[in-house]
T-cell receptor
């Protein structure tokens, strides 16, 4: 099993450009998440999807959109990138339920720079 | 809103020294999780504590959940260079157990 796979690993954008960060998990997990990590700020939740067909805003959703394409895939879109969106983006997934303990499994991350 | 706090954000220790860090929540937690992120890597789950006063050990790492379930600690005995990284604690959002609130993490550096 590959776990959680994110693409691309690195990306440089110019201000105003758009792009989609891809995330796929092969663990049959219900819930998926997008976080951004900035120095001194920890992990901040952008959007999440509790189950296929649902998405909800997290702590810092402005400037982003998401799509839960199917149970495996959860993409994050930047419609008009801004320098403030320079960050490391992590996708995570979890299998809901007491037995699963709601442990989150993270992808390797996408390092995005917006110039 | 719910907050999970980790202070300080950085700590430097000499190899072989013990290290302890704390995590405090503004609300009572049903459980608390700890994750480790190596430099340049991604967060990896370490452990979950569920019961009041629970203590769990993983080799040189000891995790404890407070009696009131509002705080937790991580103690590393005789730190090694392999312990370098950022340690996050996380608790579930109230009413939505699949979401987690992460602390800002503590970054540990170890001098050989």
């Amino acid at each position: 099993n590959a776990g959680v796979t994110q693409t691309p690993k690195f990306q440089v954008l110019k201000t105003g450009q758009s792009m989609t960060l891809q995330c796929a998990q092969d663990m049959n997990h219900n819930s998926m998440y997008w976080y951004r990590q900035d120095p001194g700020m920890g992990l901040r939740l952008i959007y999440y999807s509790a189950s296929e067909g649902t998405t909800d805003k997290g702590e810092v959703p402005n400037g982003y959109n998401v799509s839960r394409l199917n149970k495996r895939e959860f993409s994050l879109r930047l419609e008009s990138a801004a320098p403030s969106q320079t960050s490391v983006y992590f996708c995570a997934s979890t299998l809901k339920g007491r037995e699963a303990k709601n442990i989150q499994y993270f992808g390797a991350g996408t390092r995005l720079s917006v110039l | 809103g719910q907050q999970v706090m980790q202070i300080p954000q950085y700590q430097h220790v000499q190899e072989g020294e013990d290290f302890t860090t704390y995590c405090n929540s503004s609300t009572t937690l049903s459980n608390i999780q700890w994750y480790k992120q190596r430099p340049g890597g991604h967060p990896v789950f370490l452990i979950q504590l569920v019961k009041s006063g629970e203590v769990k050990k993983q080799k040189r790492l000891t995790f404890q959940f407070g009696e009131a379930k509002k705080n937790s600690s991580l103690h590393i005995t005789a730190t090694q260079t392999t312990d370098v990284g950022t340690y996050f604690c996380a608790g579930p959002y109230t009413g939505a157990n699949s979401k987690l609130t992460f602390g800002k993490g503590i970054t540990l550096s170890v001098r050989p």
